[in-house]
């Protein structure tokens, strides 16, 4: 890989990190270890090629074009976690797997197009994922961080709240969720 090609790399996996809160690689590589799944069968499951699966993986693609595709890698990842601690068995994640291959999306905010593993209300990271994506949806994190830059002085808050959900990690946002309740 030549100089030009590494840096078009780094700086795909960047911008994967201010879209998706971490590079695609890692996100992809834990989600087909914490789900006992191969790349081929990951690919299958959010509704990519993998060959496309490979690019975004590698850096050599940044951007997930699909929504209802990054609404799936959601899914994948609350699942996981459910798998994780302990509520959700190894079989009812196979089940829930063809459920998320199945689904087409649907509102960001409503949530159509997924069942929920718990029944209950949805987590607090599950709502912040929702509205980082439905923001990262419409535009990009540089042109939200320009959007805030914009806002910063006669509406601070705002401001804040477009960078945190629409540019910034995951863990931030939930931070931020946390602290404006109540």
Known sequence: MDAAQQEATARA???????YGEPLGALFRRLIDDLGLNQARLAAVLGL???????????????IGNPAVVQRVQALQELAGHVADGSV?????TDRMEEIKKSQGGSV????????TTGGAPTVRRVVREIQSLLRSVA???DIIDAADSLAPTHPELAEFLKV???GRTADAVAHYEGHQG
Request: glycine share 14%.
């Open 165 to 167: 959900y629409g540019a």
């Open 109 to 116: 905010l409503t949530g159509t197009g997924h069942t929920s």
């Open 89 to 93: 068995s190894a079989g009812e994640a």
């Open 13 to 19: 996996r960047e911008l994967q990190r201010s879209w």
């Open 49 to 63: 090629s993998a060959p496309m699966l490979s690019q975004l993986m590698s850096g050599q693609r940044a951007k």
């Open 140 to 142: 990009a994190a540089g």
